[in-house]
């Protein structure tokens, strides 16, 4: 198959590997995304000395995500792929594993989850949800993601996990800076420091982690770092460094993804009144329509990379063994064929079949119903209370490749 058609002297997927374009104005993003869906197939992005082909439509995400055995995880989702050194010293992420080794390790941690434990964590989930919005109308504090969005699903993990209060504040220092820069552009000089100190950060934290499981396998608790520990699946539990690789996926995967979703999803309240007015109205019949459409809308997840290992044909374009592909679940998320009038948020859409979790296959995220929890009591909290909470201005975006992150948004009450 030949390239794209170029548009302006250059092929159509440039823009994607330019870092400006991801510090455009969400709008003129998701513009460019509708452009490029209209090619129909793969787009050939030059970045880096291989290029990458984007997987732009619902339905291409969705298959690379089901055909796990032609679009490899491995040897790693994020971009740039981790170093083999970092992954020998840090150990691999389940998302960056496949077949048998990925299985066991999911089957290890799903069956940690079990029904006692996620009844406790959806009770927790309330009662932390109510405390920071107590927190909040009693100090008023201007500053959305610190002060609400950041608390919940922080609080909630740590709790989950069993993580003692003494270890909490500097886990949540050691997130943001896990984190922080992740499919950022930056100057030589910060791209030379920085990678360093979110390598700290996650070594840290894991090596925390691991001494919380050493203590739990002698004197198990009734939490999910002593089920994961003391687990016996084909007789296999965590090791010490699965459970650091597991616990740092869970806490900057699962605190960011959810913070983010949070926080776009009361700009997106605020920017809609309609829709609040509508949610507001009976927020027991259109609460899970609403969390749904904020994650489509926001797609806190913007793109995850897979490695072709074997030979597949997708809309006329071969992939041979050691093409890199992107599944940008932003573009997904929009695609026109699958949800009408898709750049509108409107919380009773249905169906809405989004790809905010992932396009399905192995890989989908298994903290989904967690996270859905998480926003529903948390919105329902913020909305009840009658003092009128809305966002101030524009949510100020990291401007990352990556994910939708947002580093801070005001926000103010409309009664005193």
């Given at each position: 198959m030949t390239l794209p058609a170029q548009r302006n002297g250059q092929a159509p997927g440039r823009e994607l590997a330019e870092p400006g374009f991801w510090q455009l104005p969400p709008q003129r993003r998701l513009a460019a995304f509708a452009r490029l869906?209209?090619?129909?197939?793969?787009?050939?992005?030059?970045?880096?000395?291989?290029?990458?082909?984007?997987?732009?439509?619902?339905?291409?995400v969705q298959e690379a995500s089901r055909l796990p055995k032609v679009f490899a995880s491995?040897?790693?989702?994020?971009?740039?792929?981790?170093?083999?050194?970092?992954?020998?010293?840090?150990g691999d992420s389940m998302v960056n594993l496949d077949g048998p080794d990925h299985a066991q390790l999911r089957k290890i941690v799903q069956r940690a989850f079990t029904p006692r434990l996620l009844a406790a964590?959806?009770?927790?989930i309330h009662a932390v949800a109510t405390r920071i919005v107590d927190d909040v109308l009693a100090d008023?504090?201007?500053?959305?993601?610190?002060?609400?969005?950041?608390?919940?699903?922080?609080?909630?993990?740590c709790n989950m996990?069993?993580?003692?209060?003494?270890?909490?504040?500097?886990?949540?220092?050691?997130?943001?800076?896990?984190?922080?820069?992740?499919?950022?552009?930056?100057?030589?000089?910060?791209?030379?420091?920085m990678p360093g100190r979110g390598l700290r950060a996650l070594a840290r934290m894991q090596r925390m982690v691991s001494g919380i499981g050493r203590e739990r396998r002698k004197n198990p608790t009734d939490d999910l770092i002593s089920a994961?520990?003391?687990?016996?699946?084909?007789?296999?539990?965590?090791?010490?460094?699965?459970?650091?690789?597991?616990?740092?996926?869970?806490?900057?995967?699962?605190?960011?993804?959810?913070?983010?979703?949070?926080?776009?999803?009361?700009?997106?309240?605020?920017?809609?009144?309609?829709?609040?007015?509508?949610?507001?109205?009976?927020?027991?019949?259109?609460?899970d329509g609403a969390v749904e459409e904020m994650i489509r809308h926001s797609t806190p997840i913007i793109q995850f990379r897979r490695t072709v290992v074997a030979e597949h044909t997708m809309e006329g374009h071969l992939f041979r063994p050691g093409d890199k592909v992107v599944l940008y679940y932003a573009s997904a998320n929009r695609d026109e064929g699958v949800f009408p009038d898709p750049d509108a948020f409107d919380i009773t859409r249905s169906p809405n079949p989004h790809l905010g979790f992932g396009g399905g296959g192995p890989h989908f995220c298994l903290g989904a119903h967690l996270a859905r929890v998480e926003m529903r009591?948390?919105?329902?909290?913020?909305?009840?209370?009658?003092?009128?909470?809305?966002?101030?201005?524009?949510?100020d975006l990291a401007g990352s490749n990556f994910d939708n992150r947002v580093r801070s948004l005001k926000f103010a009450f409309e009664q005193p």
């Amino acid at each position: 198959m030949t390239l794209p058609a170029q548009r302006n002297g250059q092929a159509p997927g440039r823009e994607l590997a330019e870092p400006g374009f991801w510090q455009l104005p969400p709008q003129r993003r998701l513009a460019a995304f509708a452009r490029l869906r209209e090619i129909g197939g793969p787009v050939f992005v030059p970045d880096g000395p291989r290029g990458h082909w984007a997987l732009l439509r619902h339905a291409h995400v969705q298959e690379a995500s089901r055909l796990p055995k032609v679009f490899a995880s491995a040897p790693g989702v994020t971009t740039p792929e981790p170093a083999r050194w970092v992954r020998s010293l840090f150990g691999d992420s389940m998302v960056n594993l496949d077949g048998p080794d990925h299985a066991q390790l999911r089957k290890i941690v799903q069956r940690a989850f079990t029904p006692r434990l996620l009844a406790a964590a959806e009770a927790d989930i309330h009662a932390v949800a109510t405390r920071i919005v107590d927190d909040v109308l009693a100090d008023r504090p201007e500053e959305f993601v610190s002060a609400v969005a950041s608390r919940l699903p922080l609080e909630v993990i740590c709790n989950m996990m069993g993580i003692p209060e003494r270890y909490r504040p500097e886990i949540a220092d050691r997130v943001n800076h896990a984190s922080e820069n992740i499919g950022v552009e930056r100057g030589l000089a910060s791209r030379l420091r920085m990678p360093g100190r979110g390598l700290r950060a996650l070594a840290r934290m894991q090596r925390m982690v691991s001494g919380i499981g050493r203590e739990r396998r002698k004197n198990p608790t009734d939490d999910l770092i002593s089920a994961l520990v003391c687990a016996n699946v084909d007789g296999q539990a965590l090791g010490a460094r699965q459970l650091g690789a597991f616990f740092s996926l869970l806490m900057v995967a699962g605190v960011e993804t959810t913070r983010n979703a949070i926080t776009h999803g009361l700009t997106l309240l605020t920017d809609h009144p309609d829709q609040r007015d509508l949610l507001l109205s009976d927020f027991e019949e259109y609460a899970d329509g609403a969390v749904e459409e904020m994650i489509r809308h926001s797609t806190p997840i913007i793109q995850f990379r897979r490695t072709v290992v074997a030979e597949h044909t997708m809309e006329g374009h071969l992939f041979r063994p050691g093409d890199k592909v992107v599944l940008y679940y932003a573009s997904a998320n929009r695609d026109e064929g699958v949800f009408p009038d898709p750049d509108a948020f409107d919380i009773t859409r249905s169906p809405n079949p989004h790809l905010g979790f992932g396009g399905g296959g192995p890989h989908f995220c298994l903290g989904a119903h967690l996270a859905r929890v998480e926003m529903r009591a948390l919105f329902h909290e913020l909305l009840t209370r009658p003092v009128g909470l809305r966002a101030v201005g524009l949510p100020d975006l990291a401007g990352s490749n990556f994910d939708n992150r947002v580093r801070s948004l005001k926000f103010a009450f409309e009664q005193p």
